[in-house]
């Protein structure tokens, strides 16, 4: 069956610095794979999503993704974290076998930014 | 555009009474999801309707829970002499076709307390 990891429960970063969330997933082919981000309060936004071709997405807000195939890898970065960054960042793959198309997504990775 | 609503935005209830939550997607939208999210826990899936359809309901808990989707629009999931297990935020998605290869637009949410 089909998984995605998000290893890191919280990651605390300060205002300007960089960021990298990481997201592994198991997948029997080739995967499609998506990344979510939820404010506060409100349901999920897709900034990217990958499904073939380049390996570095471009998304909304600034983040990018690099899908690594020999890693099972789909690990989501920006340059500079803002303060209205922080929220819920989810991973997830799909769709799954047997025909439902539902993704699985990882248990979330929360972004704290400090001042 | 309008996006995906969910009323009640937060709804509190005593255990063993029967509560309905209402999703409404996006107009052309063909398929709708139902997911529950709890505290500090990932997506967990419940049902998924294609049209008024229901071809995957493997996510839904127990003979408690059930959902309808009338005219390819509206989804109202419906759970049954609630439990205190089963307070949690309830996410309404849609999307243009099967999630597993594409985007989904995610509602806000409602928030279910169980007393």
């Known amino acids: 069956a089909q998984s995605v990891t998000q290893p890191d429960i919280h990651i605390t970063v300060s205002e300007g610095a960089s960021l990298e969330l990481r997201c592994n997933y198991s997948?029997?082919?080739?995967?499609?794979l998506f990344w979510y981000v939820q404010s506060p309060g409100q349901g999920l936004q897709l900034l990217l999503k990958?499904?073939?071709?380049?390996?570095l997405v471009q998304g909304i807000k600034g983040f990018e993704a690099e899908f690594k195939r020999s890693q099972s890898s789909f690990n989501l970065r920006k340059p500079s974290v803002h303060w209205s960054d922080a929220a819920e960042y989810f991973c997830?793959?799909?769709?799954?076998?047997?025909?439902?198309?539902?993704?699985?997504f990882g248990r979330g990775t929360s972004l704290i930014v400090h001042p | 555009g309008a996006g995906v609503s969910q009323s009640p935005s937060n709804k509190v209830t005593e255990k063993g009474k029967d509560v309905e939550l209402r999703c409404d997607p996006i107009?052309?939208?063909?398929?709708l999801y139902w997911y529950r999210q709890s505290l500090g826990q990932g997506l967990e899936f419940l049902i998924y309707?294609?049209?008024?359809?229901?071809?995957?309901k493997s996510g839904l808990p127990s003979d408690r829970f059930s959902a309808e989707r009338t005219g390819g629009s509206v989804s109202t999931l419906t759970i049954q002499r609630t439990q205190q297990e089963d307070s949690a935020v309830y996410l309404c998605?849609?999307?243009?076709?099967?999630?597993?290869?594409?985007?989904?637009?995610f509602g806000p949410g409602t928030r279910l307390t169980v007393l």
């Open positions: 998605a849609s999307s243009l076709a099967r999630a597993g290869y594409n985007e989904q637009f």
């Open positions: 997948y029997g082919a080739t995967p499609y």
């Open positions: 990958y499904f073939s071709g380049d390996t």
């Open positions: 997830a793959v799909g769709p799954q076998s047997g025909g439902s198309y539902i993704p699985t």
């Open positions: 107009s052309g939208h063909t398929a």
């Open positions: 309707f294609q049209g008024n359809s229901a071809p995957d």
